[in-house]
């Protein structure tokens, strides 16, 4: 039996189960023999492998965004009306078969677009190029889910089995679980608030379906049975998502506002290019970046260019690293401009936490 078969056959019974205490424990061994298996299926054990099509596209930029959806949506119109580029538009499915890449600079910030090709049910389980696009999906900083208005969340809920199936989180934080293996002494659980999904005998059947027998398990927060698969997988990425509603030229003003409340969407009109400084503005907001301005010795700060860094790297030392790697052997002191420092300017060190649109002049032994 192959690992579709196998997947096919434990999605089945875990439809089938009733979801109650009793069937509690059977249904969490079930989703970590599910997980076991989609690990399987996105690294499969044989080397071989045929060529292909080109797929996968060099990281350029300070980000990358992933666009997502099914065949005919608008992603490659929203694209080339984005950034210029030309990817291949027509009126009937699937007419994008290999990733087009296109970049636009927003806010002094080099974003990559990859507009993937479209996804089809079953993309986890290697139909279509699935398998493929998910992998690219898995490199992004952001994903734009693209839906069409008319064709409602049915799609949306489809786009997130999928992605999900493949390890990707999305708009979710990682489970505040520790999880470390050890040689001897078997299960030892310790919870630091109360639990209502899980107890030592649960933690204890998950663990030994991955063949783990001793362990130190400390839950942080009440976490179900797939957090704690997730936190064993440790091959999760967490990643912000946008909801894309596009077509909303063929809608009601009524509908519209009621598209609005939804939580992580933005409606849009590809085609007419309608509401795209909206879409722009939750995209900095989501992509978290930090524009720092270098200023050179004796002169005005360079505003055109600035250097990016990722929000939670974001040190004065990330800031040498990413402009040059030796600088910091040579490093002295930064004087910084701007919302972090009290003073301005104030002599800080390597360690010191920059803010957005921060300017650093940085001094060198001599």
């Keep these: 039996m192959g690992v579709l078969e196998k997947i096919a056959e434990i999605e089945s019974e875990m439809a089938r189960t009733q979801r109650n205490k009793a069937t509690a424990h059977h249904l969490g061994l079930l989703k970590a023999r599910l997980a076991k298996l989609r690990r399987e299926l996105l690294t499969p054990k044989s080397g071989g492998g045929g060529g292909g099509e080109g797929f996968d596209v060099a990281k350029t930029g300070d980000a990358r965004i992933g666009f997502v959806g099914f065949p005919s949506v608008g992603k490659s119109t929203l694209l080339t009306n984005l950034a210029g580029v030309y990817s291949e538009v027509a009126a009937y499915e699937f007419t994008t078969l290999t990733t087009v890449p296109g970049v636009i600079r927003y806010k ?5 677009l990859l507009d993937l090709p479209g996804i089809i049910e079953g993309a986890k389980d290697g139909k279509g ?3 493929q696009v998910i992998a690219v999906a898995r490199t992004c900083s952001l994903i734009f889910i693209v839906l069409d208005v008319l064709k409602p969340l049915h799609h949306k809920r489809l786009i997130e089995h999928e992605l999900e199936g493949f390890g990707i989180r999305l708009n979710k934080q990682p489970p505040n679980i ?3 293996k050890k040689e001897k002494g078997g299960i030892n659980l310790t919870s630091t608030v109360t639990q209502t999904h899980l107890d030592v005998d649960m933690v204890k059947a998950i663990l030994s379906e991955y063949k783990i027998h001793n362990a130190d398990v400390t839950l942080r927060m009440d976490a179900t049975d797939e957090d704690l698969i997730d936190a064993i997988e440790g091959n999760r990425v967490y990643m912000p998502c946008i909801y894309v509603l596009n077509k909303i030229d063929q809608i009601s003003i009524e509908e519209l506002d009621i598209i609005y409340k939804v939580p992580h969407c933005v409606p849009i009109s590809a085609h007419h290019k309608w509401n795209f400084d909206d879409l722009l503005e939750k995209m900095w907001t989501y992509l978290l970046l930090v524009r720092i301005y270098t200023k050179p010795k004796g002169q ?3 505003y055109e260019s600035p250097v990016v860094l990722h929000s939670g790297k974001q040190t004065v030392e990330d800031l040498c690293n990413q402009l040059h790697k030796s600088i910091m052997k040579d490093f002295k002191h930064a004087l910084v ?3 972090s420092v009290k ?3 104030q002599k800080v060190g390597k360690d010191h936490y920059l803010h957005d649109e ?6 060198k032994k001599i």
């Design 337 to 339: 401009w701007g919302s």
């Design 358 to 363: 921060d300017v650093v002049q940085i001094i």
């Design 343 to 345: 003073h301005n300017p």
């Design 129 to 131: 190029r699935g398998r």
């Design 300 to 302: 005005l700060p360079d």
């Design 108 to 112: 002094g910030a080099k974003v990559q």
């Design 178 to 180: 520790g999880f470390r």
